[in-house]
T-cell receptor, first 114, second 113 residues
Framework: GDSVTQMEGPVTLSEEAFLTINCTYT??????LFWYVQYPGEGLQLLLK?????DKGSNKGFEATYRKETTSFHLEKGSVQVSDSAVYFC?????????????FGTGTRLQVTL | GAVVSQHPSRVICKSGTSVKIECRSL??????MFWYRQFPKQSLMLMAT?????????EQGVEKDKFLINHASLTLSTLTVTSAHPEDSSFYIC?????????FGPGTRLTVT
């Protein structure tokens, strides 16, 4: 079945450092890929998405590129802020859009310090 | 953006009792809601898909008689954990979908003593 593997956290960075959170997936066909973010006490929010190979999703300075050849969708940000501290989930859907069934990774906690 | 609420945010109950968790879409109608369970340091696991006015569809391995789901209206779905055991202690998260996207609630922490 479909699965998503994320790097284990927590990831602790100083403000303005470069962030990479690795995500790889296993799926049949051509899934859509997503990054969700969960701030303390809140629900998961869609951060960015990509629906086909070589697509780049971006939002709030975060980027991820759908790499079919390496089955990866790594999350990057050039300069993190304290406000980026949260848990980040990589996910996939067999269909375009998040309205259908999602398969999640385990989540990676990011802690950004001053 | 669309808002989904859950109530309660935390609940402690004794073994053998039942507990109900509510999931509401506050500013949109959701024909479909999803219920997830999250163990510490593990991913969200889809438990069931709840469709308004019909029976829920449970994922393999999820006991439908233990986890009762009712989607009584376009804005409300409930999950009832019946005869709770300590191993049911977990973080339960719901989501509600419109045509394009799922919107997630903040989750409910259930502790069974």
């Amino acid at each position: 079945g479909d699965s998503v593997t994320q790097m284990e956290g927590p990831v602790t960075l100083s403000e303005e450092a470069f962030l990479t959170i690795n995500c790889t997936y296993t799926a049949t066909g051509y899934p859509s890929l997503f990054w969700y973010v969960q701030y303390p006490g809140e629900g998961l929010q869609l951060l960015l998405k990509a629906t086909k190979a070589d697509d780049k999703g971006s939002n709030k300075g975060f980027e991820a590129t759908y790499r079919k050849e390496t089955t990866s969708f790594h999350l990057e940000k050039g300069s993190v802020q304290v406000s980026d501290s949260a848990v980040y989930f990589c996910a996939l859907s067999a269909r375009r859009g998040t309205a259908s069934k999602l398969t999640f990774g385990t989540g990676t906690r990011l802690q950004v310090t001053l | 953006g669309a808002v989904v609420s859950q109530h309660p945010s935390r609940v402690i109950c004794k073994s053998g009792t039942s507990v109900k968790i509510e999931c509401r879409s506050l500013d949109f109608q959701a024909t479909t809601m999803f219920w997830y369970r999250q163990f510490p340091k593990q991913s969200l696991m889809l438990m069931a898909t709840s469709n308004e006015g019909s029976k829920a569809t449970y994922e393999q391995g999820v006991e439908k008689d233990k986890f009762l789901i009712n989607h009584a209206s376009l804005t409300l779905s409930t999950l009832t954990v019946t005869s709770a055991h300590p191993e049911d202690s977990s973080f339960y998260i719901c989501s509600a979908r419109d045509e394009l996207q799922q919107y997630f609630g903040p989750g409910t922490r259930l502790t069974v003593t």
